[in-house]
């Protein structure tokens, strides 16, 4: 994925015709991308996980300012749940964050709605498709190809799941009972290690 799991997550949660945040994510989008922050920083071996708590084991920067800023607030000891919760009250505003920095690489562009000459309010436009469709077109691979998914897609299709937006990628019904259906067993069947599995497991207990 081009995308860090942050982004890629942020950009379905993203409803495309409204330029805002789909109203089934309003309340889950910030823990949501906490949460990919931190699992991303998992695989980036940055941080252990350790029956659920965390230990930070490398402060290098990863080059993603989001990342790095998630990284620089983390602390060793607090479990991951406690860590989301926190860190999606210190992160308040990381949606602003995630649109300069989508902004900057030119996949989103902002737009200024008015009313006559008064602006009202920004809304989110994709400038660049090409990123968000590929994530679309690896999330339906998983579905209706079998496709194991990497670490990464595992977590990303958990936390789609975990928000109940799969209906933003799976928009006919029936592809999207098939969709929940791989939803349950991914983390199970996507062969990803226990300390992460545990975590996505945590994370759906969290999510409900």
Same mark, same amino acid.
């Given at each position: ?108 562009? /902002?737009?200024?709605? /008015? ?32 496709? /194991? ?34 939803? /349950? ?24």
């Amino acid at each position: 994925m081009k995308l860090s799991i942050a982004e890629g997550f942020y950009l379905i949660a993203l409803d495309d015709e409204e330029g805002r945040i789909l109203a089934a994510a309003e309340k889950t989008v910030v823990p949501g991308v906490i949460s990919a922050c931190i699992l991303e920083l998992y695989l980036l071996k940055k941080i252990k996980l350790d029956g659920g708590n965390v230990s930070v084991i490398d402060t290098i920067g990863t080059g993603n300012g989001i990342l790095d800023n998630v990284l620089k607030k983390l602390q060793t000891g607090p479990s991951f749940i406690d860590q989301v919760k926190a860190m999606s009250s210190k992160f308040k505003d990381i949606q602003e964050d995630l649109n300069a920095l989508l902004v900057q690489r030119g996949i989103l562009r /902002k737009e200024e709605t /008015k009313l006559l000459w008064i602006p009202l309010s920004d809304r989110m436009d994709n400038a660049n498709y090409a990123f968000e469709q590929e994530i679309r077109n690896n999330l339906k691979a998983i579905v209706f190809k079998s496709a /194991k998914p990497s670490p990464a897609f595992t977590i990303l299709y958990s936390i789609i799941d975990d928000c109940n937006i799969l209906s933003e990628v799976f928009k006919d019904r029936d592809e999207l009972i098939d969709a929940e259906k791989i939803g /349950k067993d991914i983390v199970a069947n996507s062969g990803v290690d226990a300390s992460l599995a545990d975590a996505l497991s945590q994370l759906k207990a969290f999510f409900a």
